[in-house]
Nanobody, 123 residues
Framework: QVQLVESGGGLVQAGGSLRLSCTAS????????MGWFRQAPGKEREFVGS????????RYADSVKGRFTISRDNAKNTVFLQMNSLKPEDTAVYYC????????????????WGQGTQVTVSS
């Protein structure tokens, strides 16, 4: 069973940047679609973005498009979320997720989830 561990969260001022990492163990990482989701207090977990097996294709939620970039390094079993021009409304726990088929925006497409990492953006 695939295990995912996120890292890189923290406190940053509005307009700043953070780079999140998610490292996988178990399974063959290169065969998994990878997604990022986030959940703010009192809100439902929402889709942020996803990336294909090879990293050649990505998709993003409209709320982060143009500011966030997903990439992956299959040799290191790691997927990244580069977050630029951060806004206070980006404050949330960010989760990494993996799927062996599909890479859409629905939570139930991803069987495997990390523990989450907190991102706080101050104004």
């Amino acid at each position: 069973q695939v295990q995912l561990v996120e890292s890189g969260g923290g406190l940053v001022q509005a307009g700043g940047s953070l780079r999140l990492s998610c490292t996988a163990s178990g399974g063959t990482f290169s065969r998994y679609f990878m997604g990022w989701f986030r959940q703010a207090p009192g809100k439902e977990r929402e889709f942020v973005g996803s990336i294909s097996w090879s990293g050649g294709s990505t998709r993003y939620a409209d709320s982060v498009k143009g500011r966030f970039t997903i990439s992956r390094d299959n040799a290191k079993n790691t997927v990244f979320l580069q977050m630029n021009s951060l806004k206070p409304e980006d404050t949330a726990v960010y989760y990494c997720a993996a799927a062996n088929r599909g890479w859409g925006s629905r939570r139930n497409e991803y069987p495997y989830w990390g523990q989450g990492t907190q991102v706080t953006v101050s104004s």
